[in-house]
Nanobody
């Protein structure tokens, strides 16, 4: 089992930055595909970024490329999402998730269905 706890959300103005953290505990000795997802009110769950903990390869949704950076600190068992140049369309609940590294490690549409471990979420609100 793997437990995930997100933190770092908050309210910022357009153009601002936030760094989300996801602390993992439990069975952290394995390799995982880790991802960040978000869900705005009335919308479906959208993949944001992913990283393979065993090699660091990353994947980003087109909507966040060049603005968001996913990274990991294996010594701290922590996943990060640095979010820069935020805009109101980024407002959502952000979730950290993990799955076994089977198949492609990405957060393409529908990929969330393959992630079995989820955190409780952290709210990000961007005002104009």
């Amino acid at each position: 089992q793997l437990q995930l706890v997100e933190s770092g959300g908050g309210s910022v103005q357009t153009g601002g930055s936030l760094r989300l953290s996801c602390a993992a505990s439990g069975n952290t000795g394995r390799r995982y595909c880790m991802g960040w997802f978000r869900q705005a009110p009335g919308k479906g769950r959208e993949g944001v970024a992913s990283i393979y903990t065993g090699g660091g390869s990353t994947y980003y949704a087109d909507s966040v490329k060049g603005r968001f950076t996913i990274s990991q600190d294996n010594a701290k068992n922590t996943l990060y999402l640095q979010m820069n140049n935020l805009n109101p369309e980024d407002t959502a609940m952000y979730y950290c998730a993990a799955k076994a590294p089977i198949g492609r490690c990405s957060v393409e549409p529908g990929a969330f269905l393959n992630f079995g471990y989820w955190g409780q979420g952290t709210q990000v609100t961007v005002s104009s």
